[in-house]
C-alpha cells in the first residue's frame, strides 16, 4: 500500500504563508485525483483543494480560492499546496489524500479517497 507523507506545516501570524508537501511515491498518476484535506477539532474533515493529475486541473473550496494554490511535480512525485494571507480559521489539521478514478475530482468527500498520510499541523494566531 503506497504511504503518503505530508510536511511542511508550522505556527503562522495571521496574514502569514505556509508551504505543505505531501511525498505520493505512485508508479503512475494516469487517472487520480489528489487532494488536501483538513479537519479541525470537533470538526468534520473537508476538502480545501484537489487536482486532476492527468489535467493538471486545480480545484478549490470557496474559503481557500484566491489564497492557496494546488500543484503537482510529477517529476519529484510531490503535491504541493501553497497558503498565503492564513487566517486564524485556517488552523487545522492538514491531510493529502489520493484515489485513482476516471470521476470528477471535484467534489469528493474523504470516504471518495482511499490513500491517505499521517496529517501535518497548521496553526494561525491572530
Known amino acids: 500500500q503506497v504511504q503518503l507523507v505530508e510536511s511542511g506545516g508550522g505556527s503562522v501570524q495571521d496574514g502569514g504563508s505556509l508551504r505543505l508537501s505531501c511525498t505520493a511515491p505512485?508508479?503512475?498518476?494516469?487517472?487520480?485525483?489528489l487532494g488536501w484535506f483538513r479537519q479541525s477539532p470537533g470538526k468534520e474533515r473537508e476538502g480545501v483543494a484537489s487536482?486532476?493529475?492527468?489535467?493538471?486541473?486545480?480545484f478549490y473550496d470557496d474559503s481557500v480560492k484566491g489564497r492557496f494554490t494546488i500543484s503537482l511535480d510529477n517529476d519529484k512525485k510531490t503535491l504541493y499546496l501553497q497558503m498565503n494571507s492564513l487566517k486564524p480559521e485556517d488552523t487545522a489539521m492538514y491531510y493529502c489524500?489520493?484515489?485513482?478514478?476516471?470521476?470528477?475530482?471535484?467534489?469528493?468527500?474523504?470516504?471518495?479517497?482511499?490513500?491517505w498520510g499521517q496529517g501535518t499541523q497548521v496553526t494561525v494566531s491572530s
Open positions: 489524500a489520493a484515489v485513482q478514478t476516471i470521476s470528477p475530482c471535484w467534489p469528493r468527500s474523504q470516504s471518495q479517497y482511499n490513500i
Open positions: 487536482i486532476d493529475a492527468d489535467g493538471p486541473i486545480p
Open positions: 505512485l508508479t503512475s498518476y494516469d487517472n487520480y485525483c
